[in-house]
């Protein structure tokens, strides 16, 4: 679910391509996306899900149902990690079209 929720976040960047070389910028692209790919949404999906699970089941031995509070902490912290590193993707994809002089509009 977060993985999908990432995804669906994931607005391609607006380029101002005016005076632009769209072979150039086709290339570009597929590079800077290549950078993106070092960022694993899944790994952090999986992270944000054990340590929700854990605060979670914490949380939820107070009110007596452990593992009702695990199992929304999983969700919470695996949707909240996942969507993070789509704003992470984001962000790198943006900075390396940025550098190498594009104007990135959004």
């Known amino acids: 679910m977060a993985a ?15 005076g632009v070389d769209a072979e150039r ?7 800077c996306e290549a950078y993106t790919e070092q960022i694993r949404i899944s790994q ?13 089941a914490a949380a939820g031995a107070i009110h007596g149902d452990t593992g009702e509070g695990a ?5 919470l912290g695996g949707t909240r990690s996942g969507l993070q590193a789509d704003r992470d993707k984001q ?5 390396c079209l940025r550098g190498r002089g594009y104007r990135v509009l959004n």
């Open 71 to 75: 199992a929304t902490g999983a969700l």
């Open 4 to 18: 999908l929720a990432g995804c669906a976040a994931h607005p391609d960047p607006i380029v101002d391509t005016k």
């Open 25 to 31: 910028l086709a290339q570009d692209w597929e590079e």
């Open 91 to 95: 962000k790198v994809f943006k900075r």
């Open 44 to 56: 952090g999906v999986a992270k944000g899900s054990a340590v929700g699970a854990a605060v979670g």
